[in-house]
């Protein structure tokens, strides 16, 4: 199994710019979210999606900050426009939630996005 | 939020010693899990303890809850220079984890 993948890796992009990063869940997985991590705050929750519904948004920042899941296998969180204070790393998980609970998340490998 | 507050923020240690780090959290759980972070790598899971489990073990690792008190701990025996990582608690709230700020552990040769 390939694990959660997450693209790009790294990205430095100047403020203003339109910032998309991309991730796969790892295939049966029915519950997705995304995380930012920074040193200031720590790990912050920003949107969990259900079978592909956004069931919770209330960690997106602001009107900046989308998120969508076309499918099953796919996903992005978009910016735009981006600021230098969006500067983090960007961490896409996936789970089988059962029985409404908690279990464990596989995280994938993060996404580091500088906005200059 | 952050409802996990692990303990120490960082602690250094040379190698073979055991590492102990604790995890206190405000509300009732369901479970209770440890995450690995390694520098620039995504998290990975170690353990999960359930509300009505005592004390868990994976290979070096051996995790205790205490649901009383409201907190847990994490113990690595033996530690090896790949130990050197961050290491967070999570707690469930229904489908969400909320996760502790965590402790650095460096493990000194």
């Known amino acids: 199994d390939a694990g959660v993948i997450q693209s790009p890796r790294h990205e430095v992009t100047e403020m203003g710019q339109e910032v998309t990063l991309r991730c796969k869940p790892i295939s049966g997985h029915n519950s997705l979210f995304w995380y930012r991590q920074t040193m200031m705050r720590g790990l912050e929750l920003l949107i969990y999606f259900n079978n592909n519904v956004p069931i919770d948004d209330s960690g997106m920042p602001e009107d900046r900050f989308s998120a969508k899941m076309p499918n099953a296998s796919f996903s992005t969180l978009k910016i735009q426009p981006s600021e230098p204070r969006d500067s983090a790393v960007y961490f896409c998980?996936?789970?089988?939630?059962?029985?409404?609970?908690?279990?464990?998340?596989?995280f994938g490998e993060g996404s580091r996005l500088t906005v200059l | 939020s952050q409802q996990g507050e692990e303990d120490p923020q960082a602690l250094s240690i040379q190698e073979g010693e055991n590492a102990t780090m604790n995890c206190s959290y405000k509300t009732s759980i369901n479970n209770l899990q440890w995450y690995r972070q390694n520098s620039g790598r995504g998290l990975v899971h170690l353990i999960l303890i359930r509300s009505n489990e005592r004390e868990k073990h994976s290979g070096r690792l051996r995790v205790t809850l205490d649901t009383s008190k409201k907190s847990s701990s994490l113990l690595i025996t033996a530690s090896r220079a790949a130990d050197t990582a961050s290491y967070f608690c999570a707690t469930d709230s229904n489908y969400q984890l909320i996760w502790g700020a965590g402790t650095k552990l460096i493990i000194k040769p």
């Open positions: 998980a996936s789970s089988l939630l059962a029985g409404g609970r908690a279990g464990e998340l596989f």
